[in-house]
C-alpha cells in the first residue's frame, strides 16, 4: 500500500480513494489550484459520507415506499395549501418538536405527503420511523405482555421524526387507546409526530372508544401543530378510471 493509500486508510477516507483519479484528471483539465482541488477531494468524501448516512436512515425508517413533495400531483388535489406543504417541506416542524395532522378521505395523498416529509427530514440527518396503526400496537401490546414496554416506548420515542398511518380505520380497545395516549405522552414536545386519519376530529372518540382519552390525546397532539384537511377525490380511482377499470354501468330500462 502507497502511502496515499495508507494515509486515507488512516483518515477513514473511504469514498475518496474510489473517486481520487477522477478528481485528479479534472483538477488537470480544469487548471484548479490548491484551494479548490481541496475543497474537490472533501466535497466528494462529504457527498460519499451522506448518501451512505442517508440511505441507512432510509433502512432504519421502514417506510413502505419513497415518495417526494415534487412527485405530488397538488393539481388533483386544489384544496391543499401549497404554502404550507412547502413550510412544512423546510422541516421547522421538527426542529421545534410539532406535529402535523394529515386528514382525509382513502387515497387522497395523505400517505404519500406523509413520506415525502420524512423523506425530507432523513435527507437532513433526522432519524425517522415509519409505521401504520396496526403495527404501532401490535408491537406495543407484544412489549407490554413481555415486560418491556418501557423500553418499547423508549425506543418509539427516540425518532426525531415518527410517522403513523392510517389512524381511525380500525376502532382501537381501551387497552390500545391507552398505549397510544403513553406514546403521544412520552413524545409530547420532545419529538415530532406525523398522523394520517381517515376520520375529522369530532370522530375521534369513536376511534379510541372513549370521548375523555381522545380529547387527551388530541390535546396533546394539536398543541403545537399543523393540520391538513384533504378534500378531493382518491389518486387510485383517478388511475383505475383512466385505464378504463372503472366505468359507469348504464342504466336499464
Given at each position: 500500500?502507497?502511502?496515499?493509500?495508507?494515509?486515507?486508510?488512516?483518515?477513514?477516507?473511504?469514498?475518496?480513494?474510489?473517486?481520487?483519479?477522477?478528481?485528479?484528471?479534472?483538477?488537470?483539465?480544469?487548471?484548479?489550484?490548491?484551494?479548490?482541488?481541496?475543497?474537490?477531494?472533501l466535497?466528494?468524501?462529504?457527498?460519499g459520507r451522506?448518501?451512505?448516512?442517508?440511505?441507512?436512515?432510509?433502512?432504519?425508517?421502514r417506510?413502505?415506499?419513497?415518495?417526494?413533495?415534487?412527485?405530488?400531483?397538488?393539481?388533483?388535489?386544489?384544496?391543499?395549501?401549497?404554502?404550507?406543504?412547502?413550510?412544512?417541506?423546510?422541516?421547522?416542524?421538527?426542529?421545534?418538536?410539532?406535529?402535523?395532522?394529515?386528514?382525509?378521505?382513502?387515497?387522497?395523498?395523505?400517505?404519500?405527503?406523509?413520506?415525502?416529509?420524512?423523506?425530507?427530514?432523513?435527507?437532513?440527518?433526522?432519524?425517522?420511523?415509519?409505521?401504520?396503526?396496526?403495527?404501532?400496537?401490535?408491537?406495543?401490546?407484544?412489549?407490554?405482555?413481555?415486560?418491556?414496554?418501557e423500553?418499547?416506548?423508549?425506543?418509539?420515542?427516540?425518532?426525531?421524526?415518527?410517522?403513523?398511518?392510517?389512524?381511525?380505520?380500525?376502532?382501537?380497545?381501551?387497552?390500545?387507546?391507552?398505549?397510544?395516549?403513553?406514546?403521544?405522552?412520552?413524545?409530547?414536545e420532545k419529538?415530532?409526530?406525523?398522523?394520517?386519519?381517515?376520520?375529522?376530529?369530532?370522530?375521534?372518540?369513536?376511534?379510541?372508544?372513549?370521548?375523555?382519552?381522545?380529547?387527551?390525546?388530541?390535546?396533546?397532539?394539536?398543541?403545537?401543530?399543523?393540520?391538513l384537511?384533504?378534500?378531493?377525490?382518491?389518486?387510485?380511482?383517478?388511475?383505475?378510471?383512466?385505464?378504463?377499470?372503472?366505468?359507469?354501468?348504464?342504466?336499464?330500462?
Open positions: 500500500m502507497d502511502t496515499l493509500s495508507s494515509l486515507m486508510t488512516r483518515l477513514k477516507l473511504e469514498f475518496l480513494s474510489n473517486a481520487l483519479d477522477s478528481l485528479c484528471e479534472q483538477a488537470s483539465k480544469q487548471d484548479q489550484n490548491y484551494r479548490e482541488f481541496l475543497e474537490a477531494v466535497s466528494s468524501e462529504w457527498a451522506h448518501q451512505k448516512g442517508l440511505e441507512g436512515r432510509l433502512k432504519q425508517a417506510l413502505p415506499w419513497i415518495k417526494t413533495i415534487e412527485q405530488f400531483d397538488f393539481s388533483f388535489q386544489p384544496s391543499i395549501d401549497r404554502k404550507v406543504v412547502r413550510e412544512l417541506a423546510g422541516l421547522g416542524f421538527v426542529e421545534r418538536a410539532e406535529n402535523v395532522v394529515l386528514l382525509g378521505p382513502p387515497g387522497v395523498g395523505k400517505t404519500h405527503l406523509a413520506i415525502a416529509l420524512a423523506v425530507n427530514a432523513a435527507e437532513a440527518g433526522h432519524r425517522v420511523l415509519f409505521m401504520s396503526l396496526d403495527k404501532l400496537m401490535t408491537t406495543l401490546k407484544k412489549a407490554q405482555l413481555e415486560n418491556r414496554l423500553r418499547q416506548m423508549q425506543l418509539l420515542t427516540c425518532p426525531r421524526l415518527l410517522v403513523l398511518d392510517e389512524i381511525g380505520y380500525l376502532p382501537m380497545e381501551p387497552d390500545e387507546a391507552s398505549l397510544f395516549f403513553r406514546l403521544v405522552t412520552r413524545r409530547y419529538g415530532s409526530v406525523i398522523l394520517t386519519s381517515n376520520k375529522s376530529f369530532i370522530d375521534w372518540g369513536e376511534v379510541f372508544g372513549d370521548q375523555a382519552i381522545a380529547t387527551a390525546i388530541l390535546d396533546r397532539l394539536l398543541h403545537h401543530s399543523t393540520t384537511n384533504i378534500k378531493g377525490d382518491s389518486y387510485r380511482l383517478k388511475e383505475k378510471k383512466k385505464s378504463g377499470l372503472l366505468v359507469k354501468t348504464p342504466n336499464k330500462t
